[in-house]
């Protein structure tokens, strides 16, 4: 007996792109915030630039 939950690609495909879109989309807020003048660590400006450009180019990959 098979347990568990099976997915097609597809479907894993889109549960992918929508955590990364998620994620990309509150590291753009924290940026979004601390242009305000709120504040974020220099360390964490530095690296959300980094993550984003690299989840444009996974969510591209991905079709989204």
């Not at 939950?5 to 590291?27: C, F, H, M």
């Amino acid at each position: 007996m098979v347990e568990g939950v099976t997915l097609d690609w597809e479907t894993v495909d889109r549960i992918v792109l929508t955590g990364l879109k998620d994620q990309k989309s509150y590291l753009q807020k924290e940026l979004d915030e601390w242009q305000e003048g709120k504040w974020l660590h220099p360390d964490d400006v530095a690296q959300n630039h980094i993550l984003i450009d690299a989840m444009d180019k996974i969510i591209k990959y991905y079709g989204g």
